[in-house]
């Protein structure tokens, strides 16, 4: 089940990603946020699957 959550931006921050979205194309700051986490957890993602590539190389497993 899906929850809305809140997550509060300053004045400042708020107004830049307003403009932003406007410039850009987003429908709203929500889907620009949500857009900019879920790439930010790609990054990680594939940041950690390199860290256990490294590992299973060192130990034989991948050449």
């Known amino acids: ?3 809305k959550r809140k997550i ?3 004045d400042q921050l708020w107004q830049r990603a307003q403009a932003h979205v406007e410039k850009v ?3 709203s700051v ?3 946020v949500v857009h ?3 790439k ?3 990054v990680r993602s ?3 699957q390199a ?3 490294e590992r299973l190389r060192g130990l034989g497993y991948l050449e």
Do not use: K, R, V
Request: aromatic share 12%; glycine share 4%; charged share 30%.
């Open 36 to 38: 900019c986490i879920e």
């Open 1 to 3: 089940m899906l929850f």
């Open 40 to 42: 930010e957890l790609q």
């Open 46 to 48: 594939a940041a950690d």
């Open 25 to 27: 194309g987003y429908s």
């Open 51 to 53: 860290q256990i590539d």
């Open 30 to 32: 929500e889907e620009f």
């Open 8 to 10: 509060a931006l300053d």
